[in-house]
């Protein structure tokens, strides 16, 4: 189980308002009594911050507001005390323009480094050089006036996107992930892998049709060009293989943010070839009903290459947390999804403040600090409704920071604390660390296969291994649904009072109920 950690907004350690690595190694008690085996670290290298840390400026240091990279070998060396292994945030696709090869690529075109990013001429009458749009909106090209040719940013124009055909940027980054892997990380969680590598005539996007999804529709054209290459493939070969001569427990975890499963299953290779394991981003931009999980998580199974791995998520620093986008902020339903998070086959993924069914916060205009919010408002609010800081007590700033102290970014105002649940057996935070538990010392559970039972309408029922059984009640109805014969014992369930209890030939689930079932007798 891997628990995402957002640095700036995790524990500020020295009253400035902003999160930082002494802070989160205050707080790793909290992870470990928690369970959690693993966390990524939203980035952490140096920034100007144009997009919140995913513009790096330097690959081998801390940003100064978070710590040095001493505080990170100790979070590193007392994480893994505790048996927690730690991954970074690794940004490929593009660095920052004020990283130091960018600086050079732009000082002329005869730089040595100039062809470590993608650089064309203007089309005759001085247009960008095609048609590609940034995945923020806008033309993905900016004019560099003093030298007259025009760069690429499938992001900010302060993300310029380095050029993967170069092997200069393929050795630079062999080099970064055995830097970071020396250090003893445990592995990357690897932002917009899909996109790492364009199309070297870099012709035109098609455009959208009517049955494109809405963001390509919006965009007016299909991202076939500009990404999701197949040369990418031979790209993450190529770190496998390193991942590999390092050992077999170093993680490659990609954010493959692909609209198809089949699409997503490529990045896999053979399955023991390329990423160890891919967001499913299909998954969680899913409707939280039980049809439209259970239909993507068979058809997931199905298309991943056997032994892959998949991964469950429900939040993340860019989309709208599962409290708020899944559950509506309803406490029952929260404990269901994570249930669920936590049950399928695979790796879970919790975002911070998941634990505590933290919410979204509602933003005004003049509060916005993320470019994609300030660029889309008032359709599109952007992330920092779900990057509000962890919310650790009743004190002041939550316990984030201390009082009297401006946070980085304003407090959500859901009265939801960590110190409070511990204080409340029945608590979300309790139940996720119980199902966390059962989790870890349950074979079934960790290691056994899916097989999707039949469920009523609303519902959706699994069997994991040789003899557990989850169950879930996405609905507002009572529900029964029949179970295998033989005898079968709740081991753990979304309701008070049910836990222990024996099952017969049906089961009874309560509207948003969510049971465990063993049949040992
Ligand atoms: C990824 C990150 C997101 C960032 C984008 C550009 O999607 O998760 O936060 O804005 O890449 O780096
Ligand atoms: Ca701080």
């Not at 975890?253 to 299909?282: Q, R």
């Not at 259970?294 to 991943?304: G, H, M, N, P, S």
């Not at 002041?396 to 980085?408: D, R």
Request: charged share 25%; with cysteine.
């Amino acid at each position: 189980m891997i628990y995402q950690v957002y640095v700036r907004s995790f524990a500020d350690s020295n009253d400035d308002g902003v999160g930082d690595l002494p802070g989160l190694l205050g707080r790793l008690d909290h992870l470990a009594w928690l369970g959690v085996e693993a966390v990524w670290l939203s980035p952490v290298m140096p920034s100007p911050n144009a997009d919140w840390g995913y513009d790096v400026a330097d690959y081998g240091a801390v940003l100064p507001e978070y710590g040095t990279i001493d505080d990170l070998d100790e979070v590193i060396a007392a994480a893994g005390r505790l048996g927690i292994r730690v991954l970074l945030d690794l940004v490929p696709n593009h660095t920052s323009d004020r990283h130091a090869w960018f600086v050079e690529s732009r000082s002329s075109v005869d730089s040595t480094r100039r062809d470590w990013y993608v650089w064309a001429d203007p089309k005759p009458d001085g247009s960008p050089p095609n048609n590609w749009v940034g995945s923020f909106g806008g033309p993905a090209w900016s004019l560099d006036e003093p030298s007259g040719q025009y760069y690429l940013h499938n992001f900010l124009p302060e993300q310029p996107d380095l050029n993967w055909w170069n092997d200069g940027v393929r050795d630079a980054f062999d080099d970064i992930l055995r830097f970071w892997w020396d250090r003893g990380v445990a592995g990357f969680r690897i932002d917009v892998c899909n996109m790492m590598i364009k199309d070297a005539a870099l012709r035109d996007n098609p455009s959208a049709t009517e049955d494109d999804p809405f963001i390509m529709r919006m965009f007016g054209q299909r991202p076939v060009y500009n990404g999701n290459r197949p040369e990418a493939h031979d790209i993450l070969r190529r770190w496998r293989r390193i991942s590999a001569d390092y050992s077999p427990t170093r993680v490659l975890l990609g954010e493959t943010n692909v609209d198809t499963l089949e699409n997503l299953a490529t990045y896999y290779g053979s399955g023991d070839d390329e990423l160890h394991m891919g967001f499913n981003f299909p998954f969680i931009e899913a409707p939280f009903e039980a049809g439209a999980l259970a239909d993507i998580v068979a058809r997931t199974e199905a298309l991943l290459p056997s032994a892959a791995w998949p991964v469950w998520t429900g939040s993340n620093h860019d989309v709208s947390r599962l409290a708020t986008r899944w559950c509506g902020g309803d406490p029952a339903k929260v404990r269901l999804a994570l249930l669920m998070l936590l049950t399928l086959r695979g790796t879970p993924v919790l975002f911070q403040g998941d634990e505590i069914g933290l919410t979204d916060r509602e933003f005004d205009k003049d509060e916005l600090l993320d470019p994609v919010g300030l660029r889309f408002w008032p359709y599109y609010p952007g992330r920092d409704p779900e990057r509000t800081p962890m919310q650790w007590d009743d004190g002041p700033n939550a316990g984030f920071t201390s009082a009297g102290v401006t946070p980085w970014i304003p407090m959500a105002d859901a009265p939801v604390h960590v110190a409070g649940q511990r204080a409340e057996p029945g608590s979300v935070l309790h139940f996720v660390r119980d199902v966390i538990a059962l989790r870890r010392r349950s074979p079934d559970l960790l290691g056994g296969d899916y097989r999707a039972l039949p469920a009523p309408d609303g519902a959706w029922a699994w069997q994991r291994g040789a003899e557990t059984i989850v169950a879930l009640n996405l609905s507002a109805e009572a529900r029964r649904m029949a179970l295998p014969p033989g005898p079968g014992t709740v081991v753990l369930g979304t309701h008070p009072g049910r836990d222990a209890s024996p099952t017969g030939d049906a089961l009874d689930l309560e509207p948003w109920e969510g049971v465990v079932v063993t049949s040992r007798a």
